[in-house]
Structure formats: structure tokens, C-alpha cells
């Protein structure tokens, strides 16, 4: 109960209180005391992810007195990379039957639509807004951004509608009325919510994600006439400063190319800085730091490859990319068991297919976003192992777990 709490988006932030007594950290050593206290074999990790992610964790710990900002790691590297890793650990190991995940699965798509749907209605209520973009030629752009409380730029909102939408659709339209009611009623607010951002990254995830249901789809005749006739709807009700946005991913004689070059730029000098200390790195949580020292520019590495290699060096991406390669593997070995499943609607299968789709968008957005220090990849490894060990439980013909 205390892991779904801490889900709980921002609360430190809206209650400064919290945030004062470094409410976050105090939650995960709570929840970590929990954990150990319990039963020693309830923990069912898999030994390939757990082995990986122990040794990235702990070759940062021993590297520390080697990188340049020794004090920025320890004082807030090593603090937001342990609240992102226990997503891991945690959902392995308190998530230990279907019933626990249904519900975990529930408030995680609870609390990252509420983080969508506040300040979508503070837009239509009082015009908020939280962010803006330059449009060239001294023209600038609002762009819908996360809640005053909940502080994530245009693209971390975008990043957050692209999250739960696969989960919702798998989740939700293969069970009651009542949940497919909601999924219908709530998709359009999702993609509203997602053009306010003016995010390139989220548009193009939104095409991978509706590309991943479609290749996926029993019904490809029926889901095709439903995406033309909602992208001709969406593209006739878009205003010019959004129909340039999203056409500078490819145009580059409307507004807004500039800074879809000034993006590439921006990697080119991210992957600059990092061959300033290509070993070890930076440090971890550096990034910023190491821009605005070295490059001049206040900037984090808006790639996560980057992003990596500024803060811990190629020995470092090794590891992420090791971890990600085993991430692949178990969802590959796990899709294969889902295909042996009798049911075609059941929720095992319907969470595998969210997690594939998820995969792909985060692999189209890692290369646009940071994201080492953050929760998903972590989530998606525990939420990986549990789906098969809990299917496996369930039966209906699976092979033994990985």
C-alpha cells in the first residue's frame, strides 16, 4: 500500500511540508523495511535483470570519487536514481498475485490520466498553459504542460498521454461496458491533451503506438476506417500553429524547423561533452551541469544515449544497453508463451500486448528524451517479470518461467 501512495503524483510538491522532510526517500526506506521484513522467499526476481541491475548500481557507487561532480551524485544523482530503480524491486516484490496487479495496474493508469486530465482542465477553465516554444521569426507558441504541481515540461506530458494509452486500450476495451465507456470517453481527451503539448516526440509516439494496435488488431478493416476518419477529423480542427509544428518534423520551410534542427544539434553536442571524460563519465545526474560548464548551454541531454554516456561513460551505456537487450529478450520469450494462450481476451494477453507497445514508444523516445534516473525502464523490467510469473501461475498452457 505504501509503494501505491508514493505514486501519488507530487505529493511533496503540494504539500511543502513533505517536501521538506524529503517525504520521497523517507517512503522507499519505509517500503524497503517492509520488503525485508517479510518473508525472504517471497522475493522472485529474475536473475538476469537483478544481476544487471545490481552491477550498474553498484559501478556507480565505486566510480564516484573518479567523475567530475562527485558532490552533485552524491547529493542528488544517486537519490533520483534510487527512487527510479525501485520500481523494480518493489513491484517485484510486492506485486505477487493477479488480484495485486490488476490494482497496481489500475492506479498507475488512474494517477497518469489525472496527471494528464488537471492541466487539461486548467486550460479550458483558466487558460493555463506551463509552457511555450519559440515558432521563429520572434513568434512563440503555447504548449500545454504538466500541472504547477507536477512539474514536467510539454514533453513529459506527452510522454505520460503516450504511457497509458496502450494500457488503457488493452486493459480497458476487452473488459465490462462500463471500462469500455470510459476508454471511448477518455482516448479523445488523451490525444486533445497530447496536440496541446505541440510535442514532435509524443506525435511521433502516438503513430508507433497506433501502428504497434494495428499490426497487433483482429479487426484491421474496421480499425483503419476508424484512424482515417479520426486523423481527417483531428487534422480539419487543428489550427495553423500546430499543423506547422508537427509538419517541421519533415518540412523545412515552415515555422518551427529551426528548432527541429537545433534539437540534432543539441545531440551532437551532448555526445561532444561526453567524449570530454568517455570512461567514467561526468557523473551521474550531471548532465545539465556538464552543458552548462562545458557547452555553455543550460540544457539536460535530450537523449538518453547522451545522456548516459555524459554521466557514466561507455562503461555505463554497456551496462543500460545490456539491460535493455535482457528487457527485450524476457518480452520476447513471454509473447511467445501468450501465443499458446487458449483465450485470446485474456488479461495476461491483453497486458503483454501493452507492454509491447510500451517498449516500442519508449524505444522512439529515448532517443529524444532523458531518461536514466527514470521510473519507466525500471517499471517495465518488474512489471515484465511479474506478468510471467503470475501467468505462469494461472496456467492455460505457458511455458516455465524465464
Given amino acids: 500500500m505504501l509503494f501505491i501512495i508514493s505514486w501519488f503524483t507530487h505529493l511533496p510538491t503540494r504539500v511543502p511540508f513533505l517536501g521538506a522532510i524529503r517525504f520521497d526517500l523517507i517512503l522507499i526506506a519505509l517500503i524497503t523495511i517492509f520488503v525485508l521484513g517479510g518473508s525472504k522467499d517471497k522475493y522472485e526476481g529474475d ?16 566510480t564516484v570519487p573518479f567523475v567530475a561532480w562527485p ?46 486530465l488537471e ?54 476495451l476487452r473488459r465490462s461496458i462500463g471500462l469500455k465507456a470510459v476508454y471511448i470517453a477518455g482516448l479523445p481527451l488523451l490525444v486533445y491533451a497530447l496536440v496541446l503539448t505541440a510535442s514532435r516526440s509524443g506525435f511521433l509516439a502516438l503513430g508507433v503506438i497506433v501502428a504497434g494496435i494495428f499490426v497487433k488488431s483482429r479487426h484491421k478493416v474496421v480499425l483503419a476506417v476508424i484512424l482515417v476518419l479520426a486523423g481527417s477529423l483531428a487534422i480539419a480542427n487543428m489550427d495553423d500553429e500546430h499543423m506547422e509544428r508537427y509538419l517541421s518534423i519533415t518540412e523545412s520551410d515552415v515555422r518551427g524547423s529551426e528548432t527541429a534542427s537545433t534539437r540534432i544539434e543539441g545531440v551532437k553536442d551532448n555526445f561532444r561533452i561526453s567524449m570530454e571524460r568517455p570512461i ?13 560548464n562545458i557547452a555553455g548551454k543550460g540544457l539536460k541531454a535530450h537523449n538518453l544515449y547522451a545522456e548516459i554516456l555524459i554521466e557514466i561513460g561507455i562503461a555505463g551505456l554497456l551496462l543500460f544497453l545490456f539491460y535493455a537487450w535482457t528487457l527485450f529478450s524476457r518480452l520476447r520469450s513471454l509473447s511467445r508463451d501468450m501465443k499458446r494462450r487458449v483465450d485470446r481476451d485474456d488479461f495476461f494477453v491483453g497486458l503483454t500486448s501493452a507492454l509491447q507497445v510500451w517498449f516500442l514508444m519508449n524505444i522512439l523516445f529515448s532517443f529524444a528524451s532523458y531518461g536514466l534516473s527514470s521510473y519507466e525502464w525500471y517499471l517495465f523490467g518488474g512489471l515484465i517479470v511479474v506478468t510471467k510469473r503470475l501467468a505462469t501461475e494461472n496456467g492455460k498452457g505457458l511455458a516455465e518461467a524465464c
Fill in 71 to 116: 558532490g552533485s551524485v552524491i547529493k542528488a544523482g544517486i537519490p533520483d536514481f534510487i527512487k527510479a530503480l525501485v520500481f523494480y524491486f518493489f513491484t517485484v516484490s510486492l506485486v505477487d498475485t493477479e488480484k495485486k496487479l490488476k490494482v497496481f495496474l489500475l492506479i498507475f493508469i488512474v494517477v497518469q490520466t489525472f496527471r494528464v
Fill in 47 to 62: 536473475r538476469g535483470l537483478d544481476r544487471v541491475l545490481a552491477l550498474l548500481f553498484l559501478y556507480i557507487l565505486i
Fill in 280 to 292: 567514467l563519465g561526468h557523473g551521474l545526474g550531471t548532465s545539465l551541469e556538464a552543458m552548462a
Fill in 119 to 172: 492541466p487539461l482542465y486548467m486550460n479550458a477553465a483558466y487558460g493555463y498553459w506551463g509552457g511555450s516554444t519559440h515558432l521563429g521569426g520572434g513568434a512563440t507558441m503555447e504548449r500545454l504542460a504538466g500541472s504547477p504541481y507536477d512539474i514536467i515540461n510539454p514533453n513529459g506530458l506527452a510522454y505520460v498521454i503516450t504511457s497509458v494509452i496502450p494500457f488503457l486500450h488493452y486493459l480497458s
